[in-house]
Nanobody, 114 residues
Framework: EVQLVESGGGLVQPGGSLRLSCAASGFTFSNYAMTWVRQAPGKGLEWVSSIDSGGGRTYYADSVKGRFTITRTNAKNTLYLQMNSLKSEDTAMYYC???????WGQGTQVTVSS
């Protein structure tokens, strides 16, 4: 059974940092590019960042470029998203996605508020 389990969300003040993790199981994690997608309250899905299977190529939405860093540790079947300089507009549910095989995690909530 494929599972993607996100963790690390929470409440943080503007300017703060969080590190999201996504633990993958049930498939060969190292074979697949991975993506973070978010959904703010009352809004649609927004692509945040992607990383190739080996971790050598990364891609970011303009809204997070320079503030967020996507990485992965294939030996641990884990995907990460380091989020710095957080803004209120980063408030959203964050999902870990294996797009090419159509699997999503359950999401982790990030709330940026003073």
């Amino acid at each position: 059974e494929v599972q993607l389990v996100e963790s690390g969300g929470g409440l943080v003040q503007p300017g703060g940092s969080l590190r999201l993790s996504c633990a993958a199981s049930g498939f060969t994690f190292s074979n697949y590019a991975m993506t973070w997608v978010r959904q703010a309250p009352g809004k649609g899905l927004e692509w945040v960042s992607s990383i190739d299977s080996g971790g050598g190529r990364t891609y970011y939405a303009d809204s997070v470029k320079g503030r967020f860093t996507i990485t992965r540790t294939n030996a641990k079947n884990t995907l990460y998203l380091q989020m710095n300089s957080l803004k209120s507009e980063d408030t959203a549910m964050y999902y870990c996605v294996a797009r090419s095989i159509g699997y999503w995690g359950q999401g982790t909530q990030v709330t940026v508020s003073s």
